[in-house]
């Protein structure tokens, strides 16, 4: 079965993402789906759950102020391992998610945004 990468900002915290996260990756996982996720910030309980549930999750452990690190971590992981898809959650790992995906010619980006971000800032909404 080809991989798919849940691509998630952070599992730090336990918001109405991670939580979809949380609940749905163990599920497509008994139904036979070869998902994995991926944090760009590491830790949480929510990490250590997944795991417990058969859910393989790698911590690409980006520091608020330093993101170099784990779009490198990022890089070789996809490219050692590409995924036939992304699925990604949340402002960063969408962005992040989409540039690495068309920089390294790989497979489709599905981007969940999960809320409207009504009062995010005009450079947000540019970027995204």
């Given at each position: 079965?080809?991989?798919?990468?849940?691509?998630?900002?952070?599992?730090?915290?336990?918001?109405?993402?991670?939580?979809?996260?949380?609940?749905?990756?163990?599920?497509?996982r008994?139904?036979?789906w070869?998902?994995?996720?991926?944090?760009?910030?590491?830790?949480?309980?929510?990490?250590?759950?997944?795991?417990?549930?058969?859910?393989?999750?790698?911590?690409?452990?980006a520091?608020?102020?330093?993101?170099?690190?784990?779009?490198?971590?990022?890089?070789r992981?996809?490219r050692?391992?590409?995924?036939?898809?992304?699925?990604?959650?949340?402002?960063?790992?969408?962005?992040?998610?989409?540039?690495?995906?068309?920089?390294?010619?790989?497979?489709?980006?599905?981007?969940?945004?999960?809320?409207?971000?009504?009062?995010?800032?005009?450079?947000?909404?540019?970027?995204?």
């Amino acid at each position: 079965m080809q991989l798919v990468d849940w691509l998630v900002t952070e599992l730090c915290v336990a918001g109405g993402a991670e939580t979809f996260v949380r609940r749905v990756t163990p599920r497509l996982r008994q139904s036979g789906w070869n998902v994995r996720v991926v944090t760009l910030v590491g830790g949480g309980s929510l990490a250590h759950d997944l795991r417990a549930d058969n859910v393989p999750v790698i911590e690409l452990a980006a520091s608020k102020r330093d993101l170099s690190c784990a779009l490198v971590r990022l890089y070789r992981l996809w490219r050692r391992e590409p995924p036939a898809l992304i699925h990604t959650h949340l402002y960063h790992a969408g962005i992040v998610g989409r540039i690495m995906a068309r920089f390294m010619h790989l497979a489709p980006v599905i981007v969940h945004q999960h809320g409207p971000e009504s009062y995010r800032s005009r450079l947000r909404t540019v970027v995204d």
